[in-house]
């Protein structure tokens, strides 16, 4: 039942339409959408890294290095942990 709603979930966020660009700059192209009944929007970012799955990866497991990778951003750390894949982080 819980993969089915998250399936459901993941191809309304993920389709291709009603993507809105928002700007392509040092090769990466980013894009919005609004999330009906929600006051926040959904992002990516595409582009084509030359860099090993371990370290893309790192940016998603280890906090500390966040403000490396993330544009704008100058800090992150932990808050807490909701569950083994769940994390709130600032």
Known sequence: MYILLLL???????AEED?????VKDGITSTRKNIEGSP???FRGEADVKDSLASLAAVLLKDDIGPEWVDLMYLSELIRREDP???VIR
Do not use: C, I
Request: overall charge positive; aromatic content about 28%; cysteine-free.
């Open 8 to 14: 459901t979930f993941l191809k309304s966020v993920f």
């Open 19 to 23: 993507w809105q660009l928002v700007s």
């Open 40 to 42: 926040l929007f959904a």
């Open 85 to 87: 894949y769940t994390k």
